[in-house]
Every structure is written in structure tokens, then in C-alpha cells.
């Protein structure tokens, strides 16, 4: 069964960092794609970063590119999400995903094209 469990998540001060990792399972291979998304009370879920597993080429959104990284370490089957001078509006629930392809343009930069799975997500709360 395939499973992808987040960590990493918490409180933390404006202006600090997290890095959030979420751990792949179960899959016999490595998925095409990997993605962090977030959502906000009240808010749709939006993609932050995705990430071709096999080169490693990463799409993030323009929204939170210059303070966000994702990554991956393909020997641990993990996923990161390194998150510098964060503000109280990134306050979200984070989820990763896996599935098909990184959407390229159209304003969808940091989404999977089809996404296959769901992480349960970990909670990221910033105070001012």
C-alpha cells in the first residue's frame, strides 16, 4: 500500500524556518512526481513545489519561490520542503503528493498534473 507520511511541521516565530519532510512507502518504484501543497482555513488547496523524481527538475510557485525549496533524497525516499522567512500568512496545513508530471505554466506552477496519492499533512503555524 502505498503511503506518504508528512513531518516537520509546528509553530515557530515570523522570520524563521522549517523544513518539512515527507517519507514515501510502499511504492515499487519511484513515482513520476512529487509535490507540496498547503491549505489554509477557509482557502483552496494551492501547490507550492513539485518535482520530477527521476532528474530532479523542480516547478514552484511564484508565490513563495524566493522562500521555499523543495528537494528530494531518493536513497531515503523522502521528500523535502525547506521554508525560510516565513510569515504568518503561510500559517496552512501542508500535505505532499504523488502522482504524473509537474504542470509547467497556466498559473499552476508547483501542482502535479495527475495527482495518484495524499499525504494526511502536518500542520505549519507562523505567529507574528
Known amino acids: 500500500q502505498v503511503q506518504l507520511m508528512e513531518s516537520g511541521g509546528g509553530s515557530v516565530q515570523a522570520g524563521g524556518s522549517l523544513r518539512l519532510s515527507c517519507l514515501t512507502s510502499g511504492y515499487n518504484n519511484r513515482p513520476n512526481s512529487m509535490a507540496w501543497y498547503r491549505q489554509a482555513p477557509g482557502k483552496e488547496r494551492e501547490g507550492i513545489g513539485c518535482?520530477?523524481?527521476?532528474?530532479?527538475?523542480?516547478y514552484s510557485a511564484d508565490s513563495v519561490k524566493d522562500r521555499f525549496t523543495i528537494s528530494q533524497d531518493n536513497a531515503k525516499n523522502t521528500l523535502y520542503l525547506q521554508m525560510n522567512t516565513l510569515k504568518p500568512e503561510d500559517t496552512a496545513m501542508y500535505y505532499c503528493a504523488a502522482g504524473y508530471g509537474c504542470k509547467a505554466s497556466g498559473g499552476k506552477l508547483g501542482e502535479i498534473a495527475v495527482v495518484s496519492v495524499w499525504g494526511q499533512g502536518t500542520q505549519v503555524t507562523v505567529s507574528s
Open positions: 518535482i520530477l523524481t527521476a532528474g530532479g527538475k523542480t
